[in-house]
């Protein structure tokens, strides 16, 4: 079965670090680009980040760049996400997405969520 | 950044009958739109791609239309399980932007 499952949520104080891992199982991991999106509480989807398939480019939204980092470990079939600086907006379930392939911008397989909360 | 813009923010449809959902961009996108469906405690699942193309598994009866500016997600007979909050994504510009959603209640 193709999974993604995330951990590594949880309280965190405003300007504290988080980092965020997620699991993938049942197909090739090396073979896919991965995002993470996240969706704060009653609210719509947001974009985070972007790495490609061999974790050499990546790309972030303006509101995490220099704060956020995306990264892969394909012998170990994981993502992740280390959040710095954190702050109460950034507060938000977040999911980390399968490309459908090699950057085709849409995500077809989603795992279930870790929630963030940033809050002193 | 394009602006994707959903209408209308709630429909009530009842159960068999069509829903017929719109998404705007901002700019040209191109075909380059997806959409999305989010039950509550979901995750989001994939719909549509291309802006027309069923995603793997998904029923005959999510058809999605449109290019350049204008889409429309239909639904043509809408089933208990379909009652949802449905997002577009345009992902033809950085940064990838989703609209604002669409919730599609039980009349």
């Known amino acids: 079965e193709v999974q993604l499952v995330e951990s590594g949520g949880g309280l965190v104080e405003p300007g504290g670090s988080l980092r965020l891992s997620c699991a993938a199982s049942?197909?090739?991991?090396?073979?896919?680009?991965m995002h993470w999106v996240r969706q704060a509480p009653g609210k719509g989807l947001v974009w985070v980040s972007r790495?490609?398939?061999?974790?050499?480019?990546?790309t972030y939204a303006d509101s995490v760049k220099g704060r956020f980092t995306i990264s892969r470990d394909n012998a170990k079939n994981t993502l992740y996400l280390q959040m710095n600086t954190l702050r109460a907006e950034d507060t938000a379930v977040y999911y980390c997405?399968?490309?459908?392939?090699?950057?085709?911008?849409?995500?077809?397989?989603w795992g279930q969520g870790t929630m963030v909360t940033v809050s002193s | 950044e394009i602006v994707m813009t959903q209408s209308p923010a709630t429909l009530s449809v009842s159960p068999g009958e069509r829903a017929t959902l719109s998404c705007r961009a901002s700019?040209?996108?191109?075909?380059?739109l997806a959409w999305y469906q989010q039950k509550p405690g979901q995750a989001p699942r994939l719909l549509i791609y291309?802006?027309?193309t069923r995603a793997t598994g998904i029923p005959a009866r999510f058809s999605g239309s449109g290019s350049g500016t204008e889409f429309t997600l239909t639904i043509s007979s809408l089933q208990s399980e379909d009652f949802a909050v449905y997002y577009c994504?345009?992902?033809?510009?950085?940064?990838?932007?989703f609209g604002q959603g669409t919730k599609l209640e039980i009349k």
């Open positions: 997405a399968r490309d459908r392939g090699l950057n085709l911008g849409t995500f077809d397989i």
């Open positions: 049942g197909f090739t991991f090396s073979s896919y680009y």
């Open positions: 790495i490609n398939s061999d974790g050499g480019s990546t």
């Open positions: 700019q040209s996108i191109s075909s380059n």
């Open positions: 291309g802006a027309s």
């Open positions: 994504q345009q992902y033809n510009n950085w940064p990838y932007t």
